[in-house]
């Protein structure tokens, strides 16, 4: 059975300034630099088409 691989990334916005968090489990690091890339295409592509909400949420399962 495989395991399931989990990537989080997490910004944290204060007082102007940024700090970004990251963690991953059974997952390579190709894999998360292809994960980013997705993710980043997919916010380019949101803000192209001018849709409000960008970001989903989602809860932990």
Do not use: C, F, R
């Given at each position: 059975m495989s395991e399931n691989k989990i990537f989080i990334i997490k910004f944290i916005v204060k007082d102007g300034k940024m700090a970004t968090k990251m963690?991953?489990?059974n997952m390579a690091p190709q894999e998360t630099?292809?994960?980013l890339e997705i993710a980043k295409q997919q916010i380019l592509d949101g803000l192209k088409e001018n849709k409000k909400e960008i970001f989903r949420g989602s809860k932990d399962v």
């Open positions: 963690s991953s489990k630099v292809g994960l």
